[in-house]
């Protein structure tokens, strides 16, 4: 079975600061890992994700995550925090019991950026 | 494309009425979801289907119906709404090529709110 579980309900940082979102996930297969963001009164948009293929993958508006086995984790960051990236993040890793496509979601956590 | 579309976007009920969150997709994807989205809580999964006539149970599906006759509609029916479905729904879709690492497309929300 497959988890995810996201470190921290709120991060806030100031504007221009480096941005940390915490993501760890257990499973029994070779994880495929996405982030998404929900920015207020919308829905989910993909950021990036993890095939395998390389294991420090960079998605859009500069967020990156990186992919690290051993430490079964995913993190996102960003390397200079905007007021435009204050939304809800949410970690997910893909159910890879059955052709299903279904995803397994962390708790979330919601991006402060203070000016 | 108009993509993921949902119907109505806010709606209050009394106990024990029922309704039917619309969705529709206009990409041909052939596999739907819903989910709720409770704070702190992350999305959980209440239906999915993997193409018309195919639908099976996500993991809080309990108060809910749905049904898939096109590909590109997929209803959620509440029969009996209790204070507990309070919530916001989210509907999304993808393009299923079996590899698990496609991307869900995710719909605008419907918040409901059961007095």
């Known amino acids: 079975a497959q988890s995810v579980t996201q470190l921290g309900s709120h991060v806030s940082v100031s504007e221009g600061a480096l941005v940390l979102l915490r993501c760890n996930y257990s499973?029994?297969?070779?994880?495929?890992l996405f982030w998404y963001v929900q920015y207020p009164n919308q829905g989910l948009q993909l950021l990036l994700k993890?095939?395998?293929?390389?294991?420090l993958v960079k998605g859009i508006n500069d967020f990156e995550a990186e992919f690290k086995k051993s430490e079964t984790s995913f993190h996102l960051t960003k390397p200079s925090a905007h007021m435009s990236d204050a939304a809800e993040y949410f970690c997910?890793?893909?159910?890879?019991?059955?052709?299903?496509?279904?995803?397994?979601f962390g708790q979330g956590t919601t991006l402060q950026v203070k000016p | 494309n108009a993509g993921v579309t949902q119907t109505p976007k806010f709606r209050i009920l009394k106990i024990g009425q029922s309704m039917t969150l619309q969705c529709t997709q206009d990409?041909?994807?052939?596999?739907m979801y819903w989910y709720r989205q409770d704070p702190g809580m992350g999305l959980k999964l209440i239906y999915y289907?993997?193409?018309?006539?195919?639908?099976d149970k996500g993991e809080v599906p309990n108060g809910y119906n749905v049904s898939r006759s096109t590909t590109e509609d997929f209803p959620l029916r509440l029969e009996l709404a209790a204070p507990s479905q309070t919530s916001v729904y989210f509907c999304a879709s993808l393009l299923n090529s079996g590899t698990g690492v496609e991307t869900q497309y995710f719909g605008p929300g419907t918040r409901l709110l059961v007095l």
């Open positions: 499973s029994s297969v070779p994880p495929y």
């Open positions: 993890y095939t395998s293929a390389a294991t």
């Open positions: 997910a890793v893909s159910d890879r019991t059955g052709n299903t496509g279904k995803l397994i």
């Open positions: 289907s993997v193409g018309a006539g195919i639908t």
């Open positions: 990409m041909n994807h052939n596999y």
